[in-house]
């Protein structure tokens, strides 16, 4: 073999010619790719994940799958936020949010209506407590000398001031012009007035009046205590139980009330239950007809519709559909 060898490079006008065609063959096939890069099989795990990467672009899905009702938009077309894009077929969704947003509305006026009923109720309660207790403060109402005396003062009116207490009455002589008598007062209020036999005069400010019985002789040293309320009154123990009724059957009827349909402060009520009931319906309805729906979620540009995003066809859950460009 070797000495073949030898034998063929000893002839040159046999290895020039050769080694041409060789080279000739080497340069054809070399020749179809000369000027172009070349080519590198690159394999995308995930093309998803790399289009969410590039800067100011947003991919949009439906969150389930539909068919299509609308589709306003085309590439290269402005958006702005909060614009729907794209909608599903979703009758059964507009329904139902229509009827939860119903009985929303519905709980809400009954909850207002009842509510009115509570506030109602409690100022008729609290009027009607007053009034016994101002017919306690007021009945039976009398002077109780510090020495015996005949010429007694007559209390008459209605005590409104609410506040319990004494009145301390000291007569004195002055120049009025009827009796010549005048009186201070102190305790609940403090003040003075003019001592009239006929006609009776404010005692204070609190909605009582006083006079005094007509006698031969009036004792100026005589001073004289008016309690409210009473104790000693005969009719005391009476006003003061129907009092305490009062008080208790307006706690029981406003108990009542409260838990069937509360107040502006009550939040365990029947009637905020059925609100918070309804609006929690409503929200439910509302966000599951919201995943029939496309939104822009900023201000951008349409770089990328999907071609099977058109009215009539069918779209699949967390396909990328649309793409925006934000600035």
Same mark, same amino acid.
């Given at each position: 073999m070797k000495n073949t060898i030898i034998k063929f490079l000893s002839k040159p006008k046999i290895i020039i010619p050769s080694f041409a065609v060789l080279m000739?063959?080497?340069?054809?096939?070399? %020749?179809?790719?000369?000027?172009?890069?070349?080519?590198?099989?690159?394999?995308?795990?995930n093309s998803a994940g790399m289009a969410t990467s590039i800067a100011n672009t947003i991919n949009l899905s439906f969150p389930k799958s539909g068919r299509v009702e609308k589709v306003s938009i085309v590439t290269g077309q402005k958006v702005y936020k909060g614009e729907i894009l794209a909608k599903l077929v979703s009758p059964d969704g507009e329904g139902q949010v229509a009827a939860a947003k119903g009985a929303l509305d519905l709980a809400e006026a009954q909850y207002a209506s009842l509510?009115?009923? %509570?506030?109602n109720a409690k100022s008729q309660q609290d009027l009607i407590v007053k009034n016994a207790y101002q017919t306690l403060l007021s009945s039976g109402l009398e002077g109780i000398p510090s020495e015996q005396d005949q010429n007694t003062p007559v209390i008459t009116g209605t005590y409104s001031c609410e506040k319990e207490g004494s009145y301390e009455i000291a007569p004195y002589q002055s120049s009025d012009s009827d009796t010549g008598l005048s009186f201070n007062y102190k305790g609940v209020e403090t003040g003075t007035g003019a001592i009239k036999y006929d006609n009776s005069v404010p005692l204070g400010d609190c909605g009582l009046q006083i006079k005094w019985k007509h006698v031969t002789y009036f004792n100026p040293n005589t001073k004289w205590t008016i309690d409210i309320p009473n104790?000693?009154?005969?009719? %005391?123990?009476?006003?003061?139980?129907? %009092?305490?009724l009062a008080l208790e059957s307006r706690d029981k009827i406003l108990s009542e009330l409260l838990t069937t349909i509360g107040s502006d402060t009550s939040k365990t009520s029947v009637a905020t239950a059925q609100v918070n009931a309804a609006k929690g319906a409503y929200e439910a309805a509302l966000g599951a007809y919201q995943n029939n729906i496309i939104t822009a979620p900023s201000d951008g540009i349409i770089s990328f519709?999907?071609?099977?995003?058109?009215?009539?066809?069918?779209?699949?859950?967390?396909?990328?559909?649309?793409?925006?460009v934000t600035k």
């Open positions: 000739i063959i080497i340069i054809g096939i070399n %020749y179809k790719n000369i000027g172009k890069a070349p080519i590198v099989d690159i394999k995308l795990e509510n009115l009923q %509570y506030k104790t000693k009154s005969s009719v %005391y123990l009476a006003n003061k139980n129907a %009092y305490e519709v999907d071609k099977d995003l058109k009215v009539g066809q069918g779209v699949v859950a967390n396909k990328n559909i649309i793409c925006i």
